[in-house]
């Protein structure tokens, strides 16, 4: 079994914007409020959205399951309010539980959660629990800096965010770490402000000892893992430097990259320098970078044609970096699998 | 001959600290203000600061001339004022061109220049012509965030910063664009912020057209291009998203990458997908990494190590990457050269 662990609802329908917009609106004249939860999306609708783009990919590059969570782009958690952001991330998360029961045999789900800048991290633990108790999604995806692009939250060692790692701990639940659109006009959003994000987190890991106090604690460093795996010379050294236990041994249990890097030389790099028990397999699609690479004629975000080229890749880690590494990081996946009649 | 076109003063003699120490505590209290802009360092100081440091690695290593800088993280232009930034650019750039006086066939001066977030980079115009003018350096040091890591200004692309360029092309200089430390506490400076300012810069170029302004402007981004050729997919997938022309045409004759990176498969990658043309020899040493790699028994930061066992790499481009790129992007590295009889 293929499973891509990062993909996003990029393409739902168009009620779900509309939503949003209204309760924009609904910030200065709260008559413009949303009047329902029900975004009035019919199941005909939800298909024709994933038909022709994540199903349609899926089958063509030989995929079988996506771990899939609302547009990240689109959680915004430094628009709106903590009203706003709540009842926001609710409807994604139920058009995301929707799309996993029209398709579950495609789908898993991975929530997007409420969070706030300047607000404790507290305020997401009951939307996290209704995701994998009522929803049955499997992670969450967590943004270290909700201000958009100012980083004006604590590191993600800090104790701030502990009421959330507490709650992911006992639910078993994985973070991808993962930034919102950034409102800050110096960064791109996918070319500067989500690499940034992930390179950003990864050295806060290594500052600090997080996962002495959260031993089980379990993030995905998503797009190749920033720069890190480039640097990997520089974050050995530095790690060494500021007197920090190896790699391997301080984060390595507990941090996790995947493989959206969408070119050859990349994957390579990513799977020559990381082991391949920290790796795992992703495309991102629909997501970042839509376009053919006119030097190769295939999508860039398909992946799995430049893992599929690694010659050096054993049966064993192959198996690892598609299926067994997703299994083991996504505590809860095996269970949701077997449930959906997936072995 | 070997230019290392990346290399800082950060072994100081402990005056310089002092005066700047004397500046902060002036900010409160005028009469703590620095003296005199004589430190009072010896040369027998300055050869001593050097000796067992810059000076051994280039002997050890093999290399010849080193493009010289003031301390990145110490320019600091997110602290003090106008004035106080103004007379520490001063100091730091006589030291370093006292540097280049003991050492001629050793250093080459570039200078930092006296930015202040929020402020006109036409304060740095002065300055930058007094670098060239009097102390014959060859390029300059722009940090793309005088806040320190919280992006307060505006993109590089932005022409808030054409005054600074105009003049950069009028003396034929070229910048390194390179943050200073981080008072942002997300970001750690040289394991976060100095790498997430070299990808923002180059994502900041790809979405305008500053070099239809400025042909002949030119920047290198330090730290093998912070995490842009290893996603060289993703910025090569974006640009055409975006409907930019290709990299090679839009950007690559203005924007050039060094080799501060830290193990053999990142320079590998580096040099496997982009051009020869674009990459310039460079170690940042002795800089953010100071170890010795326990995998190899060698300094992290002796990248020319890495170069070497480059087997694809002909003479023809070795030569390029080592000597002739540096004398191409930095117009007035020829002459100063000569002047000092090195050819």
Known sequence: MIIDCHGHYTTAPKQLATFRQQ???????????PKSLDLGIADAEIRASLEGAQLKFQRERGTDVTIFSPRAAGMEHHVGDEETGALWARVCNDLIARVCGLYPKNFIGVCQLPQVPGVSPK?????????????????????????????KDPPLTDKYWYPIYEKMVELDMPAMVHVS?????????TGAHYINGDTTA?????TADLFKDFPTLKFIIPHGGGAVPY?????????????RPPLAEHLMKNVFFDTCVYHYPGIELLTKVISIDNILFASEM????????????????DTKRYIDQLAALSTENRTKLFEGNARRVYGRLDAVLKQRGLN
């Open 23 to 33: 309760q924009m609106a609904g910030l200065k004249d709260k008559s413009l409020r």
């Open 123 to 151: 305020n997401c633990v009951a939307e996290l629990e209704r995701c994998v108790k009522e929803l049955g999604f499997v992670g969450c995806n967590l943004n270290p800096d909700p201000s958009g692009g100012y980083w």
């Open 181 to 189: 659109s950034s409102c800050n006009p110096a960064f791109h959003a």
């Open 202 to 206: 990864f050295m806060q890991f290594i």
């Open 231 to 243: 640097h990997w010379g520089r974050y050995r050294g530095l790690a060494q430097d500021l007197k």
């Open 286 to 301: 629909v997501g970042a970078v839509k376009g053919i690479d006119p030097e190769t004629g295939h999508h860039f975000d």
